[in-house]
């Protein structure tokens, strides 16, 4: 299926991104997940964009370097330019038959150059190194590399764990420096919370006075996190609602371009290809931007620009329909399917107590299954549900219904009585959910693949002021499917 806004390489998987915006082109490094038994090494790939929309593979940027080889996988790391124009990427490598001082794989810190803007890379082998002392040799990953002006070096961020301390709480973003991106020293923590197991790539940035630190908790959630400081060294504050989106988005790391700010995660798989399946490692790539409020906290939506490929526009549901259920629900569905692509935004002004409220997708006729959106306002969250829920028997209390929503599939958020916008985007197996253009929920969905909309309400009242169905015009341009992916070249 052709998915525009979001990217997965054809028989392949897209794994953590590393960014890099130059002259209005975002450089798109990914690992790149085959899922191959035995395992055949994880190389960097490379996908570029200028619209956020359409996508253009360039194939292997940094290949395995083979069996044999301290980076037979090739991890989570940067790029940045140096003064001379060279570009240097920082990675990490990896080889299962290497195992450190812990007894784990090791992992190591490897350099690569490009004087040929990043179609090929050198390796530097004799500048690769390992844990400082200190740190466990089987945590030394996902290198972020930026320069600090102020200091005039170059500053390392690295995931790392301490030898020492309670197991799961040994997390630690480890710091090197370098003033010449060849010899790295080892410098105090950037960032020790002592709370994680780890903090996985890990960036800094600063905008408008704000610096913010951006990791993924690697713990008893997965999800990815900021914290904001006034100062590069801190300290570093947790606002209110510090998470990006919730457990499917992963890993994401960003880039700037004409003052924007955009991150880029993936959205996790499932085992067998069904709703109750594991979450896998690796996904496909999806797009979020964040706004900064005057208070220097961030809001989180898709892009403009992925909004603006749903050209199509139809009223799905009759403005001002009031649901009005006091004591019980009640909904409403359109009197067709929807497309396989679509853009919803949903205006409710939601009644003073109201328990729940929300948008279904994928429905049937009479709204009895399919998934839904759900606002909770008096719990403060939004969150992901369906119908039926996992069944383990025959009998009736063995539907888990005593799981009333998608374990790991919730945010938290402020839901006042009024006015509340909410949009969800559907592209193939892809759902993004998004309240008030602030708060976002990504997932994925197989097990219902057509359905109708539909909004709905429960013990409360909620007025519809719109409800608009976004599609996309039939491209008249040749375009070729490559499983969920689009590759336009520009």
Not at 14 to 43: A, C, I, N, S
Not at 69 to 77: H, M, Q, V
Request: contains cysteine; hydrophobic residues 35%.
């Amino acid at each position: 299926m052709i998915q525009r806004g979001f990217y997965k390489p054809q028989g392949a998987w897209v794994g953590d991104v590393v960014p890099w915006q130059e002259e209005g082109v975002f450089h798109l490094f990914y690992l790149h997940e085959t899922r191959h038994e035995p395992k055949d090494g994880m190389p960097w790939h490379r996908v570029v964009t200028t619209d956020l929309v359409n996508f253009d593979e360039l194939g292997e940027a940094i290949p395995s370097a083979g069996p044999d080889a301290p980076d037979f996988n090739i991890y989570t790391g940067s790029v940045v330019r140096d003064a001379a124009g060279t570009h240097h990427a920082f990675y990490t490598g990896q080889n299962p038959d290497r195992t450190g001082a812990d007894g784990r794989p090791l992992q190591l810190i490897l350099h690569a150059t490009s004087s040929d803007g990043m179609r090929t890379w050198e390796r530097h082998p004799s500048e690769t190194f390992g844990a400082t002392a200190g740190y466990e040799t089987g945590d030394w990953r996902d290198p972020f590399v930026f320069r600090d002006d102020e200091a005039g070096l170059w500053r390392m961020l690295i995931t790392a764990r301490h030898t020492s301390g309670p197991e799961r709480r040994r997390g630690v973003i480890a710091q090197c420096v370098s003033t010449d991106l060849t010899t790295w020293e080892p410098a105090e923590p950037f960032w020790d919370p002592r709370r994680y197991i780890a903090q996985e790539c890990p960036e800094v940035f600063e905008w408008n006075g704000w610096w913010y630190l951006v990791y993924s908790e690697f713990s008893d959630a997965f999800t990815t996190r900021y914290r904001m400081s006034r100062s590069l060294h801190g300290p570093w504050i947790r606002p209110e609602h510090d998470t990006l989106d919730g457990r499917a988005y992963y890993a994401a790391k960003s880039a700037a371009r004409d003052g924007r700010r955009f991150f880029f995660g993936w959205i996790a798989s499932r085992e067998d290809s069904t709703d109750d399946g594991a979450w896998q490692w690796a996904g496909t790539m999806s797009v979020l931007e964040a706004t900064q409020r005057a208070d220097g906290t961030l809001a989180f939506h898709p892009t403009a620009e992925l909004r603006e490929s749903f050209d199509t526009t139809a009223t799905a549901l009759p403005a001002d329909t009031v649901l009005s259920a006091p004591d019980g629900y009640a909904d409403i569905v359109t009197t067709t399917d929807a497309a396989d692509e679509v853009r919803l935004v949903a205006r409710f002004d939601v009644a003073e107590r109201t328990a729940e409220c929300g948008v279904l997708f994928r429905a049937s006729s009479d709204g009895e299954t399919g998934y839904a959106i759900r606002l909770e306002p008096g719990r403060g969250r939004l969150l992901f549900d369906r119908w039926p829920r996992r069944v383990t028997g025959t009998e009736q209390w063995q539907i888990s219904g005593d799981v009333p929503f998608a374990v790991e599939l919730e945010r938290p958020c402020t839901i006042t009585p009024g006015e509340h916008v909410l949009e969800v985007i559907l592209s193939g197996q892809l759902v993004i959910a998004t309240l008030d253009d602030a708060t976002v929920l990504s997932t994925r969905v197989y097990d219902h693949t057509t359905g109708r909309l539909g909004a709905f309400v429960g013990d409360g009242s909620v007025t519809i002021r719109e409800f608009i169905a976004h599609t996309r015009a039939k491209r008249t341009d040749p375009m070729t499917p490559q499983d969920d992916v689009l590759a336009i070249a520009y």
